[in-house]
DNA sequence: GATTAATCGCAAGATTTTCGCGCAGGGTGA
DNA sequence: TCACCCTGCGCGAAAATCTTGCGATTAATC
């Protein structure tokens, strides 16, 4: 039913650095023909295995310039609060992930904003919060990314 | 010359949600021919303002099933030690990011891996290098995404 | 060894993207 | 003010790409 193959799997390796190719580009380095790697990918997205495909667009042309890592230690509480702040920083467009961790901090986000200053203004709207007990902040100095094999010409 | 405006930040924000959308959708959200739109999203690629467009695949899939931050101290010492341990990096499959941050901790990494022990093993194999002074490892229990607004079938 | 189910490749048809063209709006300088 | 250029628009044709029906092949089951 939603089993995954090596050709799947190889699909979704391909997909990962780049969802653009074409089934001419795919078909020849999976060893299919176009039609049945399109298929194959239709079916990936069917089932989930393809969540979403997103353009990774540079951050300081959107005018976030600066990356912050925020450690969130939140006040023991109600699953309530926590869910509502879960909710609250899903929806601001400064949070670009959130993961809940283990170790003395209960959340850790990456946030991105135009500028230390803006950074400096977003926590103090939103980190101090009754939910809230203590954030710590870690700046990126700069990110490494992978670089996509073959930027097409 | 690389001027963004208003269109093209319509564009960028769409495209982040779903890079996948036809030149005549974007045209109904922003009020462009699709060709207009198709065009100012070729620029968009060509000056780098659209860096990658990747499918985000569910890592259990993959059979990546837990996700951990590793915080690197490295060793002070040349830079040619540091340079050679990011490009280790950048090259390992279960390396997603690369953060090199201020405060104790050099970099972040997120790692993802397939089960607790092949996290451990990989820290056995990556992490006791002349380079890396110490580490500790967030273990994540969970990410909360951003939504798709739509998913649209 | 027959039957079933899955999936392949092929190729026609539908959809999407690319691109040349002519035109409108906005600066610029005489 | 008036040419003039430059940019970016929309239109539509051409090219590229994706989708899908079909018969064939293969693997698994009984």
Same mark, same amino acid.
Request: a negative charge.
């Given at each position: 039913?939603?089993?995954?193959?090596?050709?799947d !799997?190889?699909? =979704?390796?391909?997909l990962?650095?780049?969802?653009?190719?074409?089934?001419?580009?795919l078909?020849?380095q999976v060893?299919l023909?176009p039609?049945?790697? =399109?298929?194959r990918?239709?079916r990936l !997205? !069917?089932?989930?295995?393809?969540?979403?495909?997103?353009?990774?667009?540079? +951050?300081? #042309?959107?005018?976030?310039?600066?990356?912050v890592l925020? #450690?969130?230690?939140? %006040? %023991?509480?109600g !699953?309530?609060? =926590?869910?509502?702040l879960?909710q609250k920083? #899903?929806? #601001?467009?400064?949070?670009?992930r959130?993961?809940?961790?283990?170790? +003395? /901090?209960d959340?850790?986000?990456?946030v991105?904003?135009?500028?230390?200053? /803006?950074?400096a203004a977003?926590?103090?709207?939103?980190?101090?919060d +009754?939910?809230?007990?203590?954030?710590e902040s870690?700046?990126?100095?700069?990110?490494?990314?992978p670089?996509? +094999?073959?930027?097409?010409?």
């Amino acid at each position: 039913m939603d089993e995954i193959d090596d050709f799947d !799997r190889q699909l =979704l390796a391909l997909l990962q650095i780049d969802c653009r190719q074409t089934g001419d580009a795919l078909a020849e380095q999976v060893g299919l023909s176009p039609a049945s790697c =399109l298929r194959r990918l239709q079916r990936l !997205r !069917r089932i989930g295995a393809v969540e979403r495909e997103v353009a990774i667009v540079a +951050p300081e #042309l959107l005018g976030r310039h600066i990356t912050v890592l925020s #450690l969130l230690t939140l %006040r %023991r509480g109600g !699953r309530d609060a =926590l869910d509502r702040l879960r909710q609250k920083l #899903l929806r #601001l467009p400064q949070v670009e992930r959130i993961f809940h961790v283990t170790g +003395p /901090a209960d959340f850790v986000l990456t946030v991105r904003c135009a500028s230390m200053e /803006a950074y400096a203004a977003f926590t103090e709207e939103h980190f101090y919060d +009754p939910a809230i007990s203590g954030f710590e902040s870690i700046v990126v100095l700069r990110e490494h990314r992978p670089a996509m +094999p073959d930027a097409a010409h």
